[in-house]
T-cell receptor, first 114, second 114 residues
Framework: AQSVTQPDIHITVSEGASLELRCNYSYGATPYLFWYVQSPGQGLQLLLKYFSGDTLVQGIKGFEAEFKRSQSSFNLRKPSVHWSDAAEYFC????????????FGTGTQLKVEL | EAGVAQSPRYKIIEKRQSVAFWCNPISGHATLYWYQQILGQGPKLLIQ????????DSQLPKDRFSAERLKGVDSTLKIQPAKLEDSAVYLC????????????FGQGTRLTVV
């Protein structure tokens, strides 16, 4: 069975600082990987996805993530955080051939200090 | 393009009562998902439809939860009778097809069972 671990429950960064949110997955084959963001009272918005090909994936809002098969990781990065980036971030894994069924991590709450 | 529509946004019921949630996916999206997101956790898939057929309902508590998508478009999720532990946000999502496409999420319905 697939699983996702987001080891950091809360992260606080200063505006303008760089950000890295960690995500480790467990899956027996090449997974589909996603990062979603959720603002309070809102649904999930897709930031970026990895299906195949280039392991460095660019997303919206200046985010990027790198798929590292050897480490079973898909960490999310942003070089300079804006106050509006404060939200909860979810990493998810989808099974190839699994009908897009997503397994989510428990999320990382990002707080941005001005 | 209109997004995934869900109603109601909020619902408060007493335990043992019944409740229903409605979802209208993005036009043309064949695949529809219902996720349950308990506070502090990532979303968990309850059921997945492909058109009007069920693809995966392995995590749906079938003794009290039911869902249907009779005409392959909008869908309802019902809980009867509700328990305190059903308090959560219920997210509906849709995707164009099952594989290699992203899921778009609605804003969710926040259910509180008292």
């Amino acid at each position: 069975a697939q699983s996702v671990t987001q080891p950091d429950i809360h992260i606080t960064v200063s505006e303008g600082a760089s950000l890295e949110l960690r995500c480790n997955y467990s899956y027996g084959a090449t997974p589909y990987l996603f990062w979603y963001v959720q603002s309070p009272g809102q649904g999930l918005q897709l930031l970026l996805k990895y299906f195949s090909g280039d392991t460095l994936v660019q997303g919206i809002k200046g985010f990027e993530a790198e798929f590292k098969r050897s480490q079973s990781s898909f960490n999310l990065r942003k070089p300079s955080v804006h106050w509006s980036d404060a939200a909860e971030y979810f990493c998810a894994v989808g099974a190839v051939g699994g009908g897009n069924k997503l397994t989510f991590g428990t999320g990382t709450q990002l707080k941005v200090e001005l | 393009e209109a997004g995934v529509a869900q109603s109601p946004r909020y619902k408060i019921i007493e335990k043992r009562q019944s409740v229903a949630f409605w979802c209208n996916p993005i036009s043309g999206h064949a695949t529809l998902y219902w996720y349950q997101q308990i506070l502090g956790q990532g979303p968990k898939l309850l059921i997945q439809f492909q058109n009007n057929g069920v693809v995966d309902d392995s995590q749906l508590p079938k003794d009290r939860f039911s869902a249907e998508r009779l005409k392959g478009v909008d869908s309802t999720l019902k809980i009867q009778p509700a328990k305190l532990e059903d308090s959560a946000v219920y997210l509906c999502a849709s995707s164009l097809q099952q594989l290699n496409t992203e899921a778009f999420f609605g804003q969710g319905t926040r259910l509180t069972v008292v």
